[in-house]
């Protein structure tokens, strides 16, 4: 015998297997003649008690015979029969079976019949269970292929050959690399192979599935798939049920996008960043080229207006292809679209426009011929519009492009770059409110700050401002300089707390506060005190005010208050809270004397202390605000090492030397506002000053004049004796008169003459307009009407009267 032989199992489910069913062989009479081992088991009779006697008789009981003869008689007429029989068993039990009679035809013989029967309970589940596999194949709306060991198809249902346009026939014999494209056929057959070799299942597994004939439509499956086994446990393929999910993917591909765009848009308050955040998001989830326009004025912070329109401003885009730059204007780009245009239309109704075919060539989209020609090689076929509007206004447009993705844009897609511009919509509209204040704030606090330092006898200054450049917005930093009598100058810096037009509000309180304490010539801790009270009244006044408003607090501030003495070369420091000055040494060595801390602002009734600092000429005094010295990658103790390194140094100019502090400690957008303020100290000479100590007797004012006369002629200032004479008459007199004890004269030739009387009393003298009637009191106007400035300092012990002159010519 040649050839092989193929053995196949027979299933132990199918109750008609030869292990399962009963076999019975009836001759032309209906007599027994072949009884098998199955039959005997069932139905109890031994071969020699069933054999040669009729199946009626013994088989079937007296009231079923009726029934049996008639569907013998439909056998005999049909050459076969198929249907359910009552049957009796050897203990008389009555039972129903499924019967299959089949004629066998012998050769010169009568015809005999073939019974094949199973209890009816087994065949009905049998027959359930053919349905159910014939549904699966016939009417079930999920997908079913079956394949060989070697992943050839042996049948697929309706579902499957709708999927990939084909019949079940067409398909049987074929791979699935037939009609899918490569790259997402050998991912399906990987997997199947995997459940071949282990027999472990796949379940819901998702996958791409692109068919061969229409490769760029995006088609998503999910795949079940379980091995298949014969009774013995042989392998005979794998079967695998396929649900088209490509709508399901793509809703749940949105939804994760709409995630991410909430994480990711809006992460700043600043324009041209949320709108970059918009076009990465969209691309290349949605479209293959975005891009963003604004009108002018969101970019600018300024306020808008529903009626407003006119150009717009790319602020940002994004492309999956090189050189977008070709088709895409730049960002800048300031462009007016086409009346008829898509975007013109969607400005105008505020709608999305959707235009899934479009001709680059078409001039209502405003392309010059160059980039009309770039988009057309690039194959941009589809367009999206949709309007960024947030709180009824309109803030410009976005553009989604497709040129690389075959399929047009469709209504679901609109509706996602929808969701996107709505929500980056209102996030460049909080950065451009955010803009609008921060630009507001600066513009305060730049006009609060002095714009220049006039030059000053007793320092030369350099000084940097740099305002907050992340969220935490404008801050209440401040420095200044301020002349004050006697060729002395105060040095300021504070620091208030809290950002915003508020803090700016409340520094430029507290400056115009300072410079009116300064013109008082009080000591520096009493300066503090002052401003204590003021910082105090103000968050009470703010506390009051606010009530019930979300508005920021500003409760607190801190400040640095210096006076330098270019005669004596004392320097008198406070500090409220601040942190400490730092000086330089004409060699260039940085330390950071000890003064007292004291408290901020604002807490009350705590005492303040000043430090009095001799320095050498040309010694530099650094005062600065703490966003100079904090940060989060250091501390504080760190920070004031960084600033003693950027300062050290000998013969620096003071201008290096502040970029230099500004560059070495400072990021391109610092945290927090910084104030920084250098002086250099200078010295007067001694030919500049004249002091003289007088007793005090009836002859002191006539040796203050001569001593007066005298010192103006060896300056060269003759022609300001007589007046000076006066003055210093009438400043002595009235020291000797109502002071008593020595009275000190010093004369100071600068731009201007300056002229003090010193006396241990702390009475200030009052000018007064004199009556007709009175002996006195009429010099302090005689006084006023000759200088340029007068006023009074108190010092710890007694007080100066001071003058200023300016000089001739």
Not at 150 to 163: K, S
Not at 319 to 339: I, N, Q, W
Request: with cysteine; hydrophobic share 40%; proline share 6%.
């Amino acid at each position: 015998m040649t050839g092989s032989v193929t053995l196949i199992s027979e299933s132990p489910e199918d109750p008609f297997s030869l292990g399962r069913a009963l076999s019975v062989v009836l001759d032309e009479r209906g007599s027994v003649v072949g009884w098998s081992e199955r039959a005997r088991e069932l139905l109890g009779f031994r071969d020699h008690e069933a054999l040669g006697r009729r199946a009626e008789q013994f088989l079937v009981d007296a009231r079923d015979r009726d029934f049996v003869r008639e569907a013998a008689a439909d056998c005999v007429r049909d050459g076969g029969w198929f249907g359910v029989v009552p049957v009796v068993d050897k203990e008389d039990r009555r039972s129903r079976f499924g019967v299959r009679a089949r004629r066998v035809i012998r050769e010169g013989r009568a015809d005999e019949w073939l019974l094949v029967g199973a209890p009816a309970e087994e065949v009905a589940q049998w027959e359930v269970d053919r349905s159910v596999m014939e549904g699966l194949f016939r009417r079930s709306p999920i997908g079913l292929s079956v394949h060989d060991p070697n992943l050839a198809i042996l049948r697929i249902n309706r579902p499957i050959a709708q999927i990939g346009g084909i019949t079940s026939d067409q398909a049987r014999g074929h791979r699935v690399g037939d009609f899918l494209v490569a790259a997402d056929a050998e991912t399906i057959e990987s997997r199947l192979t995997e459940v071949l070799e282990t027999g472990t299942p796949m379940i819901f597994t998702e996958q791409p599935c692109r068919l061969l004939i229409e490769p760029g439509v995006e088609r998503y499956v999910a795949v079940s798939a379980f091995r298949m086994e014969d009774s013995g446990g042989r392998t005979l393929g794998v079967t695998q049920l396929v649900e088209d999910v490509t709508d399901r993917h793509r809703a749940r591909r949105r939804l994760a996008m709409l995630n991410e765009a909430s994480e990711l848009i809006g992460t700043t308050l600043d324009v041209e960043t949320t709108a970059q955040e918009l076009v990465d998001v969209a691309v290349p989830g949605i479209a293959d080229c975005v891009t963003v326009d604004l009108l002018p004025a969101v970019g600018l912070g300024e306020a808008l207006f529903p009626e407003r329109g006119g150009p717009l401003r790319r602020a940002a885009f994004k492309s999956v292809a090189p050189y977008p730059e070709r088709v895409m204007y730049p960002v800048g780009t300031l462009r007016s679209f086409p009346k008829d245009s898509p975007q013109a239309r969607c400005l105008v109704s505020r709608r999305p426009v959707l235009v899934p075919h479009m001709d680059p060539d078409d001039v209502e989209l405003g392309l010059d011929a160059e980039r009309a020609e770039h988009a057309r090689t690039l194959g941009v076929h589809s367009l999206m519009v949709v309007p960024l509007t947030a709180r009824g206004l309109v803030l410009g447009l976005v553009c989604l492009w497709r040129y690389v993705v075959p399929e047009p844009f469709e209504e679901d897609d609109l509706t996602l770059a929808n969701e996107f511009a709505a929500r980056a919509g209102v996030a460049i509209d909080n950065a451009r409110r955010y803009t609008q204040e921060h630009r507001t704030a600066l513009a305060l606090q730049r006009r609060l700050l002095p714009r220049e330092v006039p030059s000053q006898p007793a320092v030369r200054v350099a000084h940097r401002y740099l305002p907050a450049g992340g969220s935490a917005g404008v801050g209440g930093d401040w420095f200044d300089v301020i002349p004050l009598s006697g060729a002395r100058v105060a040095l300021v810096v504070g620091d208030v707390v809290g950002h915003g037009i508020n803090a700016a509000a409340t520094m430029g309180r507290l400056r115009t506060a300072v410079h009116t304490l300064a013109d008082l010539d009080l000591e520096p801790d009493e300066v503090l005190s002052h401003l204590d009270d003021l910082v105090t009244r103000l968050a009470g006044e703010q506390e009051h005010g606010d009530e019930g408003s979300p508005g920021e607090q500003v409760v607190g501030a801190t400040c640095l208050y210096a006076v330098y003495d270019p005669v004596s070369r004392i320097c008198s420091v406070a500090r409220a809270g601040h942190p400490p000055v730092a000086l330089v040494s004409p060699e260039g060595e940085v330390s950071l004397p000890d003064l007292p801390a004291g408290p901020p602002l604002g807490l009350g009734g705590l005492p303040f202390e000043s430090e009095d600092l001799e320095l050498r000429e040309n010694s530099v005094l650094a005062l600065y605000t703490n966003g100079l010295i904090e940060g989060d990658a250091h501390d504080v103790d760190a920070g004031l090492d960084r600033l003693a390194d950027a300062l050290s140094g000998r013969d620096r100019p003071l201008e290096d030397m502040a970029q230099s502090v500004v560059d070495s400690l400072l990021p391109a957008r610092p945290t927090d506002d910084v104030a920084l303020l250098l002086a250099r100290t200078r010295t007067l000479a001694s030919e500049q000053v004249a002091t003289w100590v007088l007793p005090a007797e009836p002859t002191t004012p006539a040796r203050a004049r001569v001593l007066t006369a005298e010192k103006l002629t060896e300056w060269g200032l003759e022609e300001m004796i007589f007046t000076t004479e006066l003055i210093v008459s009438e400043l002595v007199t009235n020291a000797y008169r109502y002071a008593g004890g020595p009275v000190t004269l010093r004369l100071i030739r600068l731009h201007r003459l300056i002229c003090e009387v010193s006396d241990p009393s702390s009475t200030s003298p009052h000018l007064r307009r004199a009556r007709s009637t009175d002996e006195g009191g009429r010099g302090l106007l005689l006084v006023a009407q000759l200088t340029s400035r007068w006023g009074t300092r108190h010092a710890h012990e007694g007080k100066t009267v001071w003058t200023e002159q300016e000089l001739p010519g």
